[in-house]
């Protein structure tokens, strides 16, 4: 048993998930947030609440003392919400990581879980991928930025002479993500387009399974690694979406749609070995099927 989790970023989607599992486990949980009234999930599971910002290093210092482990799930994407937006989510990786880095320091926190993004490892056709692979990101497109922002992240993480693990995440869908919702509420409607021509792969992972998947790596600790964490079926646009389409009574739907990400065809091989673990949810038919 560890001791006190800290999870920064405590009220967002992954760490609603998260928290409940991690106190379910036996886990002491200390949830940091902005907002404390919208951290409704992380009271009802018990944990403990501090209110600090990523960008205020002296309140996550205050935040993460007595911890014995911080998880950083600080994001600022655009969501259902409505808030956040794709360049302030690149400086809160690029500025913010230093931040954190500084605050598990000053308050005597000696590992840390950095959740980053699958897409980092995209190979941009339809060739496999692992851990290894490094997409050449272009720097004038949103996704590209986000992949600079995101390495520039772990390499903050890497140099902080702490103890390490970094998390790569598949394209999340499941309760809260908001991605499922709108690909159901367009294809119902009628207005579902595929990105692109529809040939390119997504390795999507259900946020069920990127919270289990994260206790697994409190409990086993792999240290210094990252890991690709996505199911076990890449699928292309074109099936994904049709899947959806039929499940609303629809046809395929046209294609044209923007493509916002790269082609990534993740292997999730590394983090089975390594957490004991396996996906629930090990295709996007078992979680999507309504």
């Keep these: 048993m560890t001791g006190t989790i800290a999870i920064l970023g405590g009220n967002g989607v992954y760490a609603r998930h998260l928290i409940p599992c991690l106190t379910a486990a036996g886990y002491p949980v200390r949830a940091v947030v902005r907002r404390p009234e919208a951290a409704g999930m ?8 501090r209110t600090a910002d990523i960008f205020d290093t002296a309140a996550m210092t205050a935040a993460f ?22 360049a302030a989510n690149d400086r809160l990786r690029v500025e913010g990581a230093p931040n954190f880095i500084a605050a598990c320091h ?11 993004i699958g897409f980092v490892n995209a190979s941009g056709s339809d ?35 702490l103890d390490w693990l970094i998390l790569r995440g598949g394209l999340f869908y499941g309760p809260g993500s908001g991605f ?10 009628g207005k579902l387009r595929m990105p692109g021509d529809g040939s390119d792969y997504v390795s999507l992972v259900h946020i069920a399974d990127m919270a289990a998947a994260t206790v697994a790596a409190v409990a086993r600790w792999p240290s210094r690694q990252a890991l690709i ?31 916002g990400f790269p082609s990534f065809r993740l ?10 673990w396996e996906p629930f949810f090990t295709s996007y038919r078992v979680g999507l099927a309504r």
């Excluded at 199911?231 to 046209?254: K, N």
């Design 127 to 161: 060739a496999w991928s692992s851990e290894e692979t490094v997409f050449n990101a272009d720097p004038d497109t949103i996704a590209g930025r986000a992949i600079i922002a995101a390495l520039a992240m772990e390499e903050t993480i890497r140099a902080s002479g």
């Design 106 to 116: 000053a308050a005597g926190v000696t590992r840390i879980i950095q959740q980053s």
């Design 267 to 276: 292997r999730n091989t590394r983090a089975v070995a390594a957490l004991d």
């Design 229 to 259: 964490v996505c199911d076990d079926e890449p699928v292309r646009w074109h099936e994904l979406f049709g899947f959806i389409a039929a499940c609303q009574g629809q046809p395929a739907p046209e294609p044209g749609g923007a493509a």
């Design 180 to 189: 499922d919702e709108r690909w159901f509420a367009s294809a119902g409607a």
């Design 65 to 86: 003392e007595g911890c014995a482990v911080a998880i950083n799930l600080a994001t600022t994407l655009p969501g259902p919400s409505g808030r956040g937006d794709f």
């Design 42 to 49: 992380a009271r009802a599971c018990g944990a403990q609440i």
